[in-house]
């Protein structure tokens, strides 16, 4: 009965450092090096603040430096997102605490190829939807791991980009 473990049910702030990979990403401009449907590390932050009941927000900063770089042909690229988001979570006081999310926010894309001819500088309204789950170590401390789907609401170039982003990290508790 792990989900059965009671912890004391009260508001709670987290902030989680986050590791991620994009995969299966269309990019919605012209990808010179056929790149940005491979995986991509990055990085990022979630301040998450839920109450001891069902539901929470928070916000989310990812970086995905050479999002859509891996060939001879793009210089740099990068991917920034930020985005605020509204969470449905299993109560506070099960010891693991699935969620769902539903936001939107801000995708900023940088690429520059070698000729500078195809640079891309743009920043689209995006929309995101997710699953993932808390598990809690400590009072303090805990684990967090996500799949969120971020989509432009708008065309970049030619298409909306879309892309999968897995994440985890751990989650410190105030």
């Not at 979630?46 to 001891?52: E, F, N, W």
């Not at 065309?155 to 982003?165: G, K, M, N």
Request: hydrophobic share 50%.
């Amino acid at each position: 009965m792990l989900l059965a473990a009671t912890t004391s049910a009260r508001a709670q702030t987290m902030v989680t450092p986050l590791v991620s990979a994009n995969v299966n990403t269309t990019a919605g401009f012209i990808d010179l090096d056929d790149a940005a449907g491979r995986t991509h590390a990055g990085f990022g932050v979630a301040v998450s603040r839920l109450t001891a009941g069902w539901l929470g927000v928070e916000g989310v900063v990812m970086v995905t430096p050479s999002a859509f770089s891996g060939g001879d042909l793009v210089e740099s690229s990068r991917l920034l997102s930020v985005t605020g988001r509204l969470l449905v979570a299993a109560p506070a006081r099960w010891r693991i605490r699935p969620f769902v999310s539903f936001g939107a926010g801000l995708a900023k894309f940088d690429s520059d190829d070698v000729a500078h001819l195809f640079a891309i500088n743009a920043s689209r309204l995006a929309a995101s939807a997710g699953a993932g789950a808390w598990l809690r170590l400590t009072p303090r401390l805990g684990l967090r791991t996500g799949v969120d789907f971020l989509r432009t609401v708008h065309d970049v170039d030619s298409a909306p980009f879309e892309t999968l982003q897995l994440s985890a990290g751990v989650s410190i508790r105030f």
